[in-house]
């Protein structure tokens, strides 16, 4: 079946620092991959997607590239802030109507 | 869009008592879905609730256990049935438009 795999974490940072949180899938079909961010206290946002091979998915200056190859979807950012300190989930979608597979979570913690 | 609104947003129960969970949109839409998150843990879809319809159970829940209603396009309503501490997780309703949105989430501690 469909599965998500994420870095373990969590994931400390200073301010201004590069981001990385690798993301890699497995999957029948072709999948649409998403990453979504879930702030303290607050609910489940969509931060980008990206719906076939090589698109970039790109959000309040998160990136992500949907790799076939690889089967990743490694979510980047170059220069990282307290704010965006909140837990990240890669998820894939699409082979099966409005059905999420997500990955495990990683909490990302930038201090300033 | 979709606001999805959902209630209660928190609750501490006793084990073997029930807890229903509501689930309003601000739109019609066709299918809703319920996901779990237990502590520390990821999300895993429930079931998928048609209007009119029974709803669709993932691989390890039973309707006995999460019987769920959807009475109209913009409603739904999961019930956590005989609780035990194990069941203690975030409940999310969500449904899918041009994406896929998230309510709020029912923080659920069952003692």
């Known amino acids: 079946g469909d599965s998500v795999t994420q870095m373990e974490g969590p994931v400390t940072l200073s301010e201004e620092a590069f981001l990385t949180i690798n993301c890699t899938y497995t999957?029948?079909?072709?999948?649409?991959l998403f990453w979504y961010v879930q702030y303290p206290g607050e609910g489940l946002q969509l931060l980008l997607k990206?719906?076939?091979?090589?698109d970039k998915g790109s959000n309040k200056g998160f990136e992500a590239t949907y790799r076939k190859e690889t089967t990743s979807f490694h979510l980047e950012k170059g220069s990282v802030q307290v704010s965006d300190s909140a837990v990240y989930f890669c998820?894939?979608?699409?082979?099966?109507?409005?059905?999420?597979?997500f990955g495990q979570g990683t909490i990302l913690t930038v201090h300033p | 869009s979709a606001v999805i609104s959902q209630k209660p947003s928190r609750d501490i129960c006793q084990r073997g008592t029930s807890l229903t969970i509501q689930c309003q949109v601000d739109?019609?839409?066709?299918?809703m879905f319920w996901y779990r998150q237990q502590p520390g843990q990821s999300l895993t879809l429930i079931a998928t609730?048609?209007?009119?319809?029974?709803?669709?159970?993932e691989s390890g829940f039973v309707i006995d256990k999460f019987p769920i209603s959807r009475p109209n396009l913009t409603f739904s309503t999961l019930t956590v049935s005989n609780m035990s501490p194990e069941d203690s997780s975030i409940y999310l309703c969500?449904?899918?438009?041009?994406?896929?949105?998230f309510g709020p989430g029912t923080r659920l501690t069952v003692l």
């Open positions: 969500s449904v899918e438009t041009a994406e896929q949105f």
């Open positions: 999957a029948t079909g072709y999948p649409s």
């Open positions: 990206a719906t076939k091979a090589d």
């Open positions: 998820a894939l979608g699409g082979t099966s109507y409005g059905k999420l597979t």
């Open positions: 739109s019609q839409v066709t299918m």
């Open positions: 609730a048609n209007q009119g319809s029974e709803a669709t159970y």
